[in-house]
C-alpha cells in the first residue's frame, strides 16, 4: 500500500479570500489619502512663509533697521548685502524653496502690505492664481 503525504498549503479559495479583503482595504483608504499631497505642500508652504522665512526676515530688520529691498531678495538672508549695516547672518541655512521647487517670491516694499514686504508662493501651477500660498489676506 502506497502512503499519502499531506502537503499543508493555501488553497485557491484561500488566497483569493485574502486578495479580495486587501483590495477592499485599498478601495476604502485611497480615497481618503487621494489630493493630500497638495494640500500637504501648501501647509508647508504656509509654515515657510508665516513662520520660517518670516522669523528670519525679522531678524534682519532688527539688526539692520530695515528688511532686505527687493533687488537684494531672500539672499540678504545668505549672503551679506552691500547695504546691510549690522549683518548678524546668515539667517537661514539655505536658500529658501517651495515644496514645488521654485524659489519663494519677496518684494518689499511690499504692493499688499505697503508697510513691510510681500513673500509667496506660486503654487502648484507655477503662475500667479488662486493656488498661490501669500502672506496678505
Sequence with gaps: MEKRRAVKAFTLIELMLVVIIIGALVAMVMPRLTGRTEQARATAAEADIRANIATALKLYELDNGSFPTSE??????????????????????????????????????????????????????????????????
Design 72 to 137: 537684494e531678495g531672500l539672499n540678504a538672508l545668505l549672503d551679506k548685502p552691500a547695504s546691510a549695516t549690522n549683518w548678524h547672518g546668515p539667517y537661514l541655512e539655505k536658500k529658501p524653496i517651495d515644496p514645488w521647487g521654485r524659489e519663494y517670491k519677496y518684494k518689499c516694499p511690499g504692493e499688499h502690505r505697503t508697510s513691510d514686504y510681500d513673500l509667496y508662493s506660486l503654487g502648484k501651477d507655477g503662475v500667479e492664481s488662486a493656488d498661490d500660498v501669500k502672506n496678505w489676506e
